[in-house]
Nanobody
């Protein structure tokens, strides 16, 4: 059974930084990544990373966010710099495996406000 545990969200001022972590267990994972969802909006892709470290970013976070992973620990990270109020959302990690398909974490709240 796959289990994902996220950590690292919180309240930060505009221009600040946060680092999100998502530890996965229960399988070998190919694609891992992060989506986010603000109240009243659809869940949107933030960044994904393949097992060979190929990455894709949404245009809104390019140059500010960096996704990385540790395959030995089955953990994916999202380093978020120069945060803006519009980055405020619930952030959800996911992990894909051949056996279980896509599984999601419980979400962690990021609030950017002065």
């Amino acid at each position: 059974q796959v289990h994902l545990v996220e950590s690292g969200g919180g309240l930060v001022q505009p221009g600040g930084s946060l680092r999100l972590s998502c530890a996965a267990s229960g399988s070998i994972f190919s694609t891992m990544g992060w989506y986010r969802q603000a109240p009243g909006t659809r869940r949107e892709l933030v960044a994904i990373i393949e097992r060979d470290d190929d990455t894709i970013y949404d245009d809104s976070v390019k140059g500010r966010f960096t996704i990385s992973r540790d395959n030995a620990q089955n953990t994916v990270y999202l380093q978020m710099n120069n945060l803006k109020p519009e980055d405020t959302a619930g952030y959800y990690c996911f992990a894909d495996s051949g056996r279980f398909g896509r599984r999601w974490g419980q979400g962690t709240q990021v609030t950017v406000s002065s």
